[in-house]
């Protein structure tokens, strides 16, 4: 059971190395954290991308490109292809992206000739560590799904659930995330959260205990838990952080990053590959960390 | 300019002290945050409520109840009309929430004959320090509007500068948060925000500067906002942080106390005098804080 973020790099070097195709390589800080990953042995990369740009961006980050294999293909949306067909025929384990928009690549690991599709929701899984706590969170989905509906919800947890299993966590508490702990009709929130507790307990959504609606301070703190006199033993313990729609999850994520300053990773999940989609706004560390995240779910 | 909590018990001193109607006064934690506000010269108080449970109550805090006025009201519902009649007839200036349900004391505020309804919005504002950040952040509507239409969007901002107005923040910046920085038609939050801004533009929505869509980061890191190549003078700067729902501020708010220790206040503004209603959550320290700005509003 991984966690903190310094064992989620010690394991993804025990596993790894995994290879990464990376899309669009010429990213200067994409092109460091490979080359990081590279060094402590997390992963190799097939850099795919235009290679004059490649070796520019390499120079100013100091990476030696030799390391590497090159595949030059110029065409962006080319390269997003190539990269995602080098892991549907097995010659790499993950994707990431590089300087492209992230419409681009996931059109490609999507398409039904070379993508990835597997018939689920792409979901994003944050990974963070919180000072003072002793676990990893696992927030869904902050990123990727607007509004989703019960059934894509279910989907969003099974993706996390993967994660989680991934980082040793065998058999997470899922908290489904509202406003409040009670469920209200005139709050979809907790009305989709009684609904997906009972696919849970029905055993429709396995690999996790699922347990909700709760706020967030009876997810993840057993005083809070106390207080509102709540006896479910997932109170106060959750791992993953399951959020109704982008706006909250995404306030819930940026305020972990700059309120909390807590540490963090993210992954794409659902497609038979996993997908590393780092921001330019994420810290080296935090690239770093959501590489060996895919190095982990790759390994498994 | 007040930029800290411990400026606020300051400046409630000196324009203090305020008397506050406290409605159903039986509560041990309420009782103790009244108690330390009369100590500090910032506030006044008739106790509302059941005579014999205050005696106890106030023997379990050590509370002097000769310090007080006290009106002996066993009924919940009536102690509430009574407090609040109290305000409404100018002899005390603000009404706090005792041992009773919010729903019970909102009602009482909101009567036609007795209340203190002014027929816009009730809405939440909870006021925060977060840890290295050189300013207090206004975070509304974490508590009351579940998902408010535009126009009740309008008036949780006005009601949200009245506070930031009460702290000596004359012109706010309003920052409207959503899950991006860019007008997407599928998602609400960020029609919104572009509606909110114009209608600042046009002077509809005054005393303030109104601007978004922002993701957190973008409202309250100029280095993320910079990252992004955003130019808006609001970028980074925002004070108030005006949330989409319920759940995004709740989720906020939670994590803001939860995971980055934050300080915080809360209050109800929106009705003729303001309503003080703390949650058994709630440390002492943010009672105290939540009555200090009760009374910087109520001394406006």
Redesign the interface.
């Known amino acids: 059971l991984i966690k903190a973020f310094d064992e989620i790099l010690r394991v993804a070097k025990e596993k790894g190395p995994r290879v990464i195709a990376v899309a669009v390589a010429q990213d200067i800080e994409v092109l460091s954290a490979i080359n990081s990953a590279k060094d402590l042995g997390i992963a190799e990369a097939i850099l795919v991308g235009d290679k004059n740009e490649l070796i520019e961006a390499a120079g100013k980050c100091g990476v030696e490109l030799a390391k590497f294999e090159i595949l030059d293909i110029a065409d962006k949306t080319e390269a997003c292809r190539k990269a995602v067909e080098l892991v549907s025929t097995g010659k790499a384990h993950l994707v990431m992206k590089g300087l492209v928009d992230t419409s681009v690549i996931l059109k490609a690991v999507l398409d039904e000739k070379i993508g990835l599709r597997t018939g689920n929701v792409l979901s994003h899984v944050a990974v963070f560590h919180?000072e003072g706590y002793d676990r990893l969170f696992y927030v869904t989905d902050?990123?990727m799904n607007?509004a989703p509906t019960l059934d894509q919800k279910k989907q969003i947890i099974e993706n996390a659930v993967q994660v989680a299993h991934a980082l040793g966590n065998e058999n997470p508490y899922v908290g489904v995330?509202?406003?409040?702990e009670k469920v209200n009709p005139?709050?979809q929130?907790t009305l989709d959260a009684a609904e997906l507790v009972a696919m849970n307990q029905r055993n429709e959504l396995t690999g996790c205990r699922v347990a909700g609606p709760f706020?967030?301070?009876n997810a993840?703190?057993v005083e809070?838990a106390k207080?509102?006199g709540m006896t479910d033993p997932a109170a106060g313990h959750a791992d993953i952080l399951m959020?109704?729609?982008?706006?909250?999850?995404?306030?819930?994520y940026?305020?972990?990053?700059?309120?909390?300053?807590?540490k963090n990773a993210g992954i794409i999940v659902g497609a038979k590959a996993p997908v590393v989609l780092t921001s330019?706004?994420d810290s080296d560390e935090a690239k770093l960390n959501s590489i060996a995240i895919g190095v982990l779910m790759a390994s498994k």
Not at 177 to 180: C, I, M, P, Q, S
Not at 243 to 252: D, F, Q, S
Not at 254 to 262: I, P, T
Request: proline share 2%.
């Open positions: 919180v902050a990123a607007l995330l509202a406003a409040v005139k709050m929130a706020a967030l301070d993840v703190s809070a207080h509102k959020v109704p729609t982008i706006e909250a999850g995404n306030l819930l940026k305020s972990m990053v700059f309120f909390a300053k807590a330019r706004a």
